[in-house]
């Protein structure tokens, strides 16, 4: 089965820095989304991008974010000026549309921690 | 209020019986239920997805929806250890954006 693949699995940055997290989403899907989870807490939306631009965003999506589909296959999240409030479970999402009934497809998710 | 909420648990089931996972949500005008499943430090895993009032199966799994109470559940037949889990409803808000309960910590007892 077809599935979100996401890379790094664990990404550690010292607060200040840059990263970017890396996602490929299924390959038939048009509508991609990252969504957080801080450890202990709910899985929070961030974004959710389709046809190269960005269809809604959080109040959590500020400035220091940002997202981009550089080619065909890759989604990515970059977070600049990291904080240590940044340090969460990341997972990117797929759905084929945009119909309330389509189910998000997860990937695994890539933990952040800001040190 | 919270726009969905769920208790956070732990909920203990011994083995073979029925677990209940109850849910209620603030917005009137959502259409759109899931549940699903996330294993510590995993990502979550679709389990049903309900639109309709009424009951929903598939397998040991069953949903109910009752919108006039705003209100969703799951049901799990038959609980098996793998089971165990915490269970996330989550409410379609429009465009995908999908808004998440804090989910209930299940614990099948063998």
């Known amino acids: 089965e077809p599935e979100v693949t996401q890379t790094p699995s664990h990404q550690v940055t010292q607060m200040g820095q840059e990263v970017i997290l890396r996602c490929v989403p299924i390959?038939?899907?048009?509508?991609f989304y990252w969504y957080r989870q801080i450890l202990g807490q709910k899985v929070e939306f961030l974004v959710s991008?389709?046809?190269?631009?960005?269809?809604?965003k959080s109040e959590i999506f500020d400035d220091q974010f940002s997202v981009e589909r550089p080619d065909g296959s890759n989604f990515t999240l970059k977070i600049r000026s990291t904080k240590l409030e940044d340090s969460a479970m990341y997972f990117c999402?797929?759905?084929?549309?945009?119909?309330?009934?389509?189910?998000?497809?997860f990937g695994n998710g890539t933990r952040l921690t800001v040190t | 209020q919270k726009e969905v909420e769920q208790n956070s648990g732990p909920l203990s089931v011994p083995e073979g019986a029925i677990a209940s996972l109850n849910c209620t949500y603030s917005?009137?005008?959502?259409?759109?239920f899931f549940w699903y499943r996330q294993y510590s430090g995993k990502s979550p895993e679709l389990i049903m997805s309900?639109?309709?009032?009424g009951d929903k199966e598939d397998g040991r799994f069953t949903a109910q929806l009752n919108k006039a109470s705003q209100y969703v559940s799951l049901l799990i037949r038959d609980s098996q250890p793998s089971d165990s889990a915490t269970y996330l409803c989550?409410?379609?808000?429009?465009?995908?954006?999908?808004?998440f309960g804090q989910g209930t910590r299940l614990t099948i007892n063998p």
């Open positions: 917005d009137r005008v959502s259409q759109s």
């Open positions: 390959s038939n899907h048009l509508y």
């Open positions: 309900i639109y309709s009032n």
């Open positions: 989550a409410v379609n808000k429009g465009a995908q954006k999908l808004v």
């Open positions: 999402a797929s759905s084929p549309d945009r119909g309330r009934h389509s189910p998000l497809h």
């Open positions: 991008f389709y046809n190269n631009e960005i269809s809604e």
